[in-house]
C-alpha cells in the first residue's frame, strides 16, 4: 500500500485538455425550457441547415413565417415554400386569377392566422384555410408596398410609396396619414395601439389618436431596419447603427460592447423567454441579462448577413442566413468533447460527487474533475500515466479501478487530494481492477479482469472469492441493492452474496444471455441486468426480460433514472429511453421507447465498455458516455413537447394530383388513390406516427405507421372521408384530426340517373313481356277451347241423331202400344210409369245436348252453388264440418274457365272426405281485382312429400289438377304434411278468368269464350 498527497493541476496531454476546454460554462439547467435556453453557450445549441440540396429553392431567405396549423412558410427570392419538417413544397396562386409570386420580401401571420405575403411583383395577398386572395383593393392607387407587420387587434399593417401608412383588414384599407416626406420602410403596432413608422432617412415616427409625432432623440441612427413591439408595451427598434428601446417614456440606446459597436441590425425577435435575437449583417447575435453573444460559425459563413428571424410554435429559433434555412434549438442532451477531430473523443467512467465535480476519465488515459467553469487534472500517485477502468465514491472518498495501479483511493480535502493505493502485494486479487462499488456498510469491493473479486473492510483486504463461489473470475459490473445484498456480474451470469449464502441467475433463470455488461439498483428493489442479448430486471427473485422489444436485441452497456423516472440505457449501437415504472409494470409500449440521435445533441450513438459508463447525479441527470463524446440529458428539454398537428396535403389519383379546393372530386373508374398527409412536429418530423383511417369503407383505425401516405385501390363510388391522427416524439396523440372530405365519381352505367332509367326500361319490357304472355295464354286457350267446341258440338249432334232419336222414336211405339191397350189392362199402369221416365230422360237429354252447343253464364249457378251441393254426395255426418267462403263481388267467368275451376274445387273436396277422413273441409273463393282464387283447406291425414310431388300410385286426382291448372295458365300449389291436413290454392290471373278484364283484350278469340 502507498499514499500520496497532490493539489490541482493544469499539466496533462494536450489531446485531452483540448477536448475538455471545450466544456459548458453553465451545466445546471433548472426548470422546464420553454425556448432556446439564453443560459447556454451558443455552441451548445443544435443548429440545422437547409438549402438547395434539400429542396429548398433559394436565392437569399427574405422572410420566416409559421402559421397557427403548423406549416413554416419562407419568403424567397425564387418564391415562397411551404416546409412541413421534411420537405419543400413550392406555393402559387392559381393561375390566370392572379399574377406568379417570383420573389417575396415579407411575410407577416395576423390575430386570424391568416398568412400576408408581400411580394416584389405582385400586390398584397392574404393566403388562409388553402385559399389566395387579393389582401389589397386595385382601386385603392398604390402601386407598390414597401413594409408590413401584423395589427396588434387584427389585421395587417402596412405602408406603400404613395398612400403611407395604412391598416388593411378583410373589409377594405383605412388611411392612416400621407405619407411622412421620405419612404416608409418598417412598421409595428405596440399593445397601447400606438403605430410606429421607421423611415429610410429621417428616424422614427409614432401614430396615435390621430396625431403623428417624430422620435428623435435617442434613436441611433435615422435609418430604422426593422421593430419589434414587446408584450409589455415597448419597442425594439433597430437601426444601420446598433439597438434602440422605446421603453414607454422615450427611446434608449442600448449598449453595446465595442466589437458590437455600429451592428447594423436587419431582423429581430423575442423569444418566450424573453431572450432578444438580433439578425445583423455579420451574423446572429443573442443579447440578454447575461449580455450578448455571437453564434460563431466557420470561415466560409462568418459574417454573413441575417435577414430574417422567427421563433416556431416549439421555441426553436428560424433565421435565414444567406441562401440557406437555418434553426437553432435546445436538445435533450448535450455533450462535449473536440467536435473538430474526426474519431471524436471517447470517455469512458463518469461519477459527479457530493460537491457538485464531475469526474471523467478519458479512455486514452487519465483522471479529471470538473466544476465552475474549471477543469482540472489529477496526477497523484501516477492517476496520469494510467487508465481508470472504474470510478465510485461515498463522502469525501473517491474510489477508483486502474487498469495497471490496483485500487486507489482519493480523499479530497476541498480542492485537495490525499491518495491511497492497494495493490496485489496488500492482498488484492490482482492489479488490474474494472469495476469498483462502494457499499452502504463501508466496505469497497474491487472486480478484477481474471481473478474474481477482492473485498476491503477497514483499509485491509479481507477475503478473496474464487471461481469457487462465483461464476466467473472476470467481473464486469458490481452493485448493492436496496437490502444490502452484493451483486457481481460477469460473462458467466449475476452472482448474489445475501449475507452469506451465494446465488447464480443465468439464462435457465430467464436471463436473455449468460454475458453481463451491466447492473444498476433500483430505489423500487428491482435490479436492472444489461446483457449482450438486452435488458432484463430481477424482482422478487423472478427474472423479466424484454426480448420482444428495441431493449431486447442489443449489448446493454449502462443504466440510468434520471428525475422524470426515465430509465437511460446505452447499448452498442443506440441510446434509449423509456418509462421505468411502465417497464416495472409490464406495460411496455414500444411507442414510449425512445431512441436518440445527433438530431437530439448526440454526436454518437454508440455507448462505451466500461463499468459505471452511464451514471446519475444529484440533481437528476443522467451522464452518459459515448463513441465521440460526453452526453448529459438536459433538465425540462423535451418534456411537454407539443402534439404534431395532422394534415392530409394532397390525392393522388391513378398518379395524378386532384384539386382540394371546394368540392373534391375523384374522377370515376378510378384504380388507385393515394393519401399524402403529414404531422407538423418540426423538431423531430421523422419520429411522428400516424393512424388513418377512410370513412365509408374502413371498419376501424389503422396501426401505427410511420409512413406518410396510405393507398387503396378500387373504391366504389360514393361519398369517403379521410381521417389521420398524429403522435409525436413523445408518443402523445393529438386530439385534433386531419380530415378531407371528397367524392368518387360513379361511371355512367353507376350514375341513379341511368339505374333509375334502366329501372324504368326493364320495367316497360317487363309489362309487354307480361301482356304478350297473357295474350299467347289466351290464345292458346282458345284453341283448345276451339277444338273442346268442335268436339262437344259433335257430341251433341251425334247425341242428337242417333241416342236421342232412338229414345224419342221408342217412346212414340210405347204411346201406340198404350193407348191401343184396353185401359183394364194391368200393363197400362207399368207402362205410363215407363212413358213417365223416358219422357224425362228425353227433356235431360235434350237439356244435356243444348249445354254442350251453348253456355249462358245467367243461367249456370255459380261456382259457390256448386260447392256447396257437393254435401249431398255425402254422409249429413260428413257435411257438419264443410264450410264455404266467398270473398270478393262476384264476376262472371269464362265457361272453360268456370268447368275447370269447378272440377278442381270438386276434386279437391272430394278427395278431402274419401281420402283424407277430414273433419273440417273449408272452401274459400275469392273474386278479386287480379285473380280468381281457390283455396280448399281440410283438417284430414295429409300426404307425405312424394305423394304431393308425385300423386298415388293408380290414382289420378292430383295429376288431373295439375293438368287443369297448367293448361288455363294457372298457378296451383298443394301444400300438406302427414297428420297436418291438406291445403290446395288455385290463383287463376284475372286476363284469363274474366270476360271483361281489360288486359285480356277484346279480341276475336277471346269472345269464343262466351260460347259455352
Known amino acids: 500500500m502507498k499514499t500520496s498527497s497532490s493539489g490541482p493541476s493544469r499539466r496533462t496531454a494536450l489531446h485531452v485538455l483540448r477536448c475538455l476546454l471545450l466544456f459548458a460554462l453553465i451545466l445546471l439547467l433548472h426548470g422546464v425550457a420553454r425556448a432556446v435556453d439564453g443560459t447556454r453557450p451558443m455552441a451548445q445549441y443544435l443548429l440545422q441547415q437547409w438549402g438547395a440540396e434539400q429542396g429548398l429553392a433559394v436565392g437569399h431567405v427574405n422572410a420566416i413565417a409559421q402559421t397557427p396549423v403548423g406549416y413554416l412558410w419562407i419568403g424567397t427570392d425564387r418564391g415562397l415554400m411551404r416546409f412541413n419538417g421534411l420537405r419543400f413544397v413550392p406555393k402559387q396562386p392559381p393561375s390566370p386569377e392572379y399574377s406568379p409570386i417570383e420573389r417575396v420580401i415579407s411575410l407577416a401571420v395576423d390575430v386570424d392566422g391568416a398568412l400576408w405575403i408581400r411580394a416584389e411583383n405582385a400586390r398584397l395577398l392574404r393566403y388562409f384555410d388553402g385559399r389566395f386572395t387579393l389582401g389589397f383593393p386595385v382601386n385603392q392607387g398604390e402601386t407598390s408596398l414597401t413594409a408590413i ?54 428616424g422614427l415616427f409614432r401614430w396615435k389618436d390621430g396625431t403623428l409625432q417624430p422620435a428623435v432623440t435617442g434613436v441611433p441612427d435615422r435609418k430604422i431596419n426593422c421593430l419589434l413591439p414587446t408584450p409589455d408595451g415597448h419597442l425594439w427598434i433597430g437601426t444601420d447603427n446598433g439597438l434602440g428601446l422605446w421603453n414607454g417614456q422615450t427611446v434608449v440606446t442600448v449598449p453595446f460592447p465595442a466589437e458590437f459597436d455600429h451592428l447594423q441590425i436587419l431582423a429581430m425577435v423575442q423569444d418566450r423567454d424573453h431572450n432578444l435575437w438580433l439578425g445583423t449583417s455579420k451574423g446572429l447575435l ?100 494510467d487508465i481508470v477502468y472504474s470510478i465510485d465514491g461515498s463522502g469525501d472518498n473517491l474510489w477508483l479501478g486502474r487498469q495497471q495501479g490496483g485500487l486507489t483511493r482519493l480523499h479530497s480535502s476541498g480542492d485537495t487530494f490525499t491518495a491511497q493505493t492497494w495493490t496485489h502485494a496488500d492482498g488484492l486479487a490482482e492489479d488490474s481492477v474494472f469495476s469498483v462499488r462502494a457499499s452502504r456498510d463501508g466496505s469497497v469491493w474491487a472486480g478484477t479482469l481474471t481473478r474474481g473479486a477482492s473485498h476491503l473492510v477497514n483499509g485491509k483486504i479481507e477475503a478473496r472469492t474464487d471461481g469457487n463461489v462465483l461464476s466467473s473470475e472476470t467481473i464486469s459490473a458490481i452493485e448493492e441493492d436496496r437490502s444490502g445484498a452484493m451483486w457481481f456480474a460477469s460473462p458467466a451470469g449475476v452472482n448474489v452474496l445475501r449475507g452469506t449464502s451465494w446465488r447464480s441467475l443465468g439464462v435457465k433463470d430467464g436471463l436473455p444471455s449468460q454475458q453481463v455488461f451491466s447492473l444498476l439498483a433500483d430505489s423500487a428493489g428491482a435490479m436492472w441486468v444489461g446483457t449482450s442479448d438486452g435488458l432484463a430486471y430481477v424482482d422478487k427473485g423472478h427474472v423479466h426480460s424484454f426480448s420482444g422489444s428495441p431493449l431486447g436485441k442489443e449489448p446493454v452497456l449502462g443504466m440510468g433514472v434520471d428525475q422524470r423516472g426515465l430509465l437511460w440505457i446505452a447499448t452498442a449501437l443506440h441510446i ?73 396535403e394532397e390525392i393522388i389519383s391513378d398518379g395524378v394530383a386532384v384539386n382540394l379546393m371546394g368540392d373534391v372530386r375523384v374522377s370515376p373508374n378510378t384504380q388507385r388513390i393515394v393519401f399524402q398527409f403529414s404531422g407538423l412536429d418540426l423538431r423531430a418530423p421523422e419520429r411522428v406516427r400516424f393512424r388513418y383511417r377512410l370513412d365509408g369503407f374502413d371498419k376501424a383505425w389503422s396501426e401505427v405507421v410511420e409512413s406518410l401516405e396510405a393507398v387503396y385501390t378500387n373504391l366504389p363510388p360514393g361519398r369517403y372521408r379521410f381521417r389521420v391522427v398524429a403522435a409525436n416524439s413523445e408518443g402523445r396523440w393529438n386530439a385534433q384530426e386531419g380530415m378531407l372530405s371528397f367524392r368518387v365519381e360513379p361511371m355512367l352505367w353507376q350514375r341513379w340517373e341511368f339505374q333509375l332509367l334502366c329501372l324504368c326500361t326493364l320495367t316497360l319490357i317487363s309489362i309487354w313481356i307480361y301482356r304478350r304472355r297473357m295474350q299467347f295464354l289466351i290464345t292458346q286457350a282458345n284453341m283448345r277451347f276451339d277444338e273442346r267446341l268442335v268436339e262437344r258440338t259433335r257430341i251433341a249432334r251425334e247425341l242428337h241423331d242417333t241416342l236421342l232419336q232412338g229414345f224419342i222414336s221408342a217412346s212414340l211405339h210405347l204411346h201406340v202400344t198404350a193407348e191401343a191397350l184396353p185401359s183394364e189392362s194391368p200393363v197400362q199402369r207399368s207402362l205410363q210409369r215407363v212413358l213417365l221416365i223416358m219422357e224425362r230422360v228425353i227433356e235431360e237429354a235434350r237439356q244435356a245436348v243444348k249445354g254442350l252447343r251453348t253456355f249462358d253464364g245467367s243461367s249456370t249457378p255459380r261456382l259457390e252453388q256448386i260447392f256447396r251441393e257437393l254435401v249431398l254426395e255425402v254422409d249429413e255426418a260428413e257435411a257438419t264440418g264443410y264450410v264455404v267462403v266467398v270473398e270478393g263481388e262476384y264476376r262472371t267467368l269464362r265457361p272453360a274457365i268456370y268447368e275447370e275451376v269447378s272440377r278442381i274445387g270438386r276434386e279437391a273436396v272430394i278427395n278431402a272426405w274419401r281420402h283424407a277422413d277430414a273433419e273440417h273441409v273449408t272452401v274459400r273463393l275469392e273474386y278479386m281485382s287480379g285473380r280468381l282464387g281457390l283455396e280448399v283447406t281440410d283438417d284430414g291425414t295429409g300426404m307425405d312429400v312424394a305423394t304431393v310431388s308425385h300423386g298415388r300410385e293408380g290414382h289420378w286426382g292430383l295429376l288431373g289438377m295439375r293438368e287443369r291448372a297448367e293448361r288455363m295458365g294457372a298457378r296451383l300449389q298443394i301444400i300438406s304434411r302427414l297428420g297436418q291436413g291438406t291445403r290446395i290454392v288455385l290463383n287463376v290471373p284475372a286476363g284469363i278468368a274474366y270476360p271483361d278484364e281489360p288486359w285480356g283484350g277484346r279480341t276475336k278469340e277471346a269472345d269464343r269464350f262466351r260460347l259455352w
Open 576 to 648: 434509449f429511453s423509456a418509462p421505468r415504472a411502465a417497464l416495472l409494470a409490464g406495460n411496455l409500449n414500444p411507442e414510449t421507447i425512445r431512441s436518440y440521435s445527433v438530431q437530439d445533441g448526440l454526436r454518437s450513438t454508440e455507448g462505451v465498455r466500461r463499468f459505471r459508463s452511464v451514471v446519475n447525479d444529484g440533481l437528476g441527470r443522467v451522464w452518459i458516455s459515448t463513441g465521440r463524446g460526453l452526453s448529459v440529458t438536459s433538465s425540462g428539454v423535451g418534456e411537454h413537447l407539443l402534439p404534431a398537428i395532422p394534415h392530409v
Open 286 to 385: 443573442r443579447y440578454n441579462t447575461a449580455g450578448m453573444a455571437w453564434l460563431q460559425r466557420n470561415a466560409r459563413e462568418r459574417d454573413q448577413a441575417v435577414t430574417a428571424l422567427m421563433e416556431d410554435r416549439e421555441g426553436d429559433l428560424w433565421f435565414g442566413n444567406g441562401g440557406s434555412l437555418e434553426r437553432l434549438r435546445d436538445s435533450p442532451l448535450i455533450t462535449y468533447g473536440d467536435a473538430e477531430q474526426p474519431s471524436g473523443e471517447q470517455f469512458g467512467p463518469t461519477y459527479v460527487d457530493a460537491h457538485g465535480r464531475v469526474w471523467l476519465a478519458p479512455i486514452t488515459g487519465g483522471l479529471f474533475w470538473m466544476r465552475d467553469d474549471a477543469i482540472h487534472a489529477v496526477t497523484a500517485d501516477g492517476l496520469n500515466q
Open 149 to 202: 407587420a401584423p395589427g396588434h387587434r387584427g389585421g395587417l399593417l402596412a405602408t406603400g410609396l404613395k398612400i403611407g401608412g395604412m391598416q388593411v383588414t378583410t373589409g377594405g384599407v383605412t388611411r392612416l396619414r400621407p405619407s411622412v416626406g421620405s419612404l416608409l420602410i418598417s412598421v409595428a403596432q405596440t399593445t397601447d395601439d400606438t403605430v410606429w413608422l421607421g423611415t429610410r432617412e429621417i
